[in-house]
């Protein structure tokens, strides 16, 4: 299995700008998760997905940040209109089940934003 | 929420020794993993360890869940175990995670 799959690995843009962070699961893991990164926060949840249905988001930061599953291979994370203070790591992992499994949550390489 | 405490927040070792990481939680958890950060930023599994002892290598972590702790050992230690090291825990919610132990080994 090629594990969590996120792109792009790096991503710069300027300030007002729209982005948007991909996440491809391992097959057949019904969780999806969005991370952020920041040396302020650490790593905080943003929004979870249980079978492509959104559970909680919670730890959305504000109106400006949306995420979405069409289908159980893909899910974005968008931000519109971009800040600065967006700028961070976002990670995206995916489980079998809420506690983890065997093995776990799996996390992908992540995307380092910066924001101009 | 439940919460995760990490020690130390930073290690300086020479290559070679032995180390010890503690992780404390204030609830019972359902799901333990520990992470290692390398220099790049990926975040690797190295342990899901929500009770008992595993061990992988050079890597042993051990979880007593009735005393809310956990530890992961790290013995003849090389350069390239340098990074942040992370415990996450899940209790009835998210899986929440420490502040992390940052690991410098020197050569």
């Known amino acids: 299995d090629a594990g969590v799959i996120q792109s792009p690995r790096h991503e710069v843009t300027e300030m007002g700008q729209e982005v948007t962070l991909r996440c491809k699961p391992i097959?057949?893991?019904?969780?999806l998760f969005w991370y952020r990164q920041t040396m302020m926060r650490g790593l905080e949840l943003l929004i979870y997905f249980n079978n492509n249905v959104p559970i909680d988001d919670s730890g959305m930061p504000e109106d400006r940040f949306s995420a979405k599953m069409p289908n159980a291979s893909f899910s974005t994370l968008k931000i519109q209109p971009s800040e600065p203070r967006d700028s961070a790591v976002y990670f995206c992992a995916s489980s079998p089940v809420w506690t983890g499994g065997n093995y776990g949550y799996t996390f992908g390489s992540g995307t380092r934003l910066t924001v101009v | 929420g439940i919460q995760v405490e990490q020690s130390p927040p930073d290690l300086i070792l020479q290559e070679g020794a032995n180390s010890t990481l503690r992780c404390n939680f204030s609830?019972?958890?359902?799901?333990l993993q520990w992470f290692h950060q390398n220099p790049w930023g990926q975040l690797i599994n190295l342990f899901y360890i929500p009770s008992g002892t595993k061990q992988n290598g050079r890597l042993s972590a051990t979880t007593v869940a009735t005393e809310r702790y956990s530890l992961l050992y790290i013995s003849s230690s090389q350069t390239t175990d340098s990074g942040v090291y992370f415990c996450a825990v899940t209790g009835n919610e998210k899986l929440t995670f420490g502040t992390g132990t940052r690991l410098t080994i020197i050569p």
């Open positions: 097959s057949g893991h019904d969780y």
């Open positions: 609830d019972s958890v359902n799901n």
